[in-house]
């Protein structure tokens, strides 16, 4: 019975029935979708016209009879797709009315998937060719602990949104970044320094989040406009200070 799963994907629950019943029955009468239904004609021609409004059947007038087929259950599909469009869509708006708290939130996040979400958050939430900021990469650290396909999976997300990859990291990197940053829209700068750094600090929209490379990697995260503003200052400040 698949009347359930089509409730979840929008359906009411008398909706999700007559299409269930009209899959099978191909091209045909009202009268014989009303006979297959056992409900009330007006019953009947309400739910269909509210599935053909919903893409999901088509009706057709024939020698002063009306007939009606349900579409291809692919429309299913087409129509969360573009409800997910419009959700999509709408995000930027969404979020401009929600309520932003005027003091930082912070929050610790542990492990390699935490690591993996919060970079793949920012390419995600970040707009069509906005700038990712980061301040000492981990070069090695990040590529070994994240994994090299999940590197992959993730690079490709931001140069399909033509994200552009700003760092400034230490000279001694630059061999290894230049080897392993083959990818489009990055652009790097390096300062003298030859220390190691441990941790690589990341800042996209309102959020900065300083990554810990410890056993267990650790993500301090913290969610604020001023101190996001405040971070990317500072960056532009090294930034004019490195060399390319």
């Known amino acids: 019975m698949l009347q359930p799963m089509l409730e979840t994907l ?3 629950t008398m909706e999700a029935e007559c299409y269930e019943k009209l899959l099978p029955m191909g091209d045909v009468p009202m009268a014989t979708l009303t006979a297959a239904m056992k409900r009330h004609p007006q019953i009947v021609y309400r739910l269909v016209d509210q599935l053909v409004a919903k893409g999901l059947a088509v009706t057709e007038t024939r020698l002063h009879r009306k007939y009606v087929r349900a579409e291809d259950p692919k429309m299913l599909e087409r129509v969360q797709l573009e409800k997910l469009r419009k959700i999509r869509e709408a995000l ?26 919060l970079r ?12 990712y900021y980061i301040l000492s990469p981990s070069g090695e650290h990040f590529y070994e602990t994240v994994g090299r396909e999940h590197v992959e999976v ?7 949104r033509k994200i552009t990859k700003k760092m400034i990291a230490m000279e001694s990197q630059r061999q290894y970044l230049e080897r392993e940053e083959h990818w489009k829209y990055v652009e790097t700068r ?3 320094e030859t220390y190691p750094v441990p941790t690589s600090t990341n800042i996209f929209g309102s959020t900065v989040y300083i990554q810990i ?8 995260v913290i969610e604020s406009e001023e101190v996001a503003t405040s971070y990317r200052d500072f960056f532009e400040t090294l930034w004019k200070m490195g060399r390319k």
């Open 10 to 12: 929008g359906l009411s």
């Open 92 to 117: 930027p708006s969404l979020h401009a009315l929600q309520h932003q708290p005027s003091e930082a939130r912070v929050r610790v996040e542990r492990g390699v998937e935490a690591t993996r979400t």
């Open 120 to 131: 793949r958050r920012a390419f995600s939430e970040l707009p069509v060719g906005g700038t």
């Open 154 to 160: 993730l690079e490709q997300l931001r140069t399909k």
């Open 190 to 192: 390096y300062l003298p």
């Open 213 to 220: 490379w410890s056993a267990d990697p650790i993500a301090i």
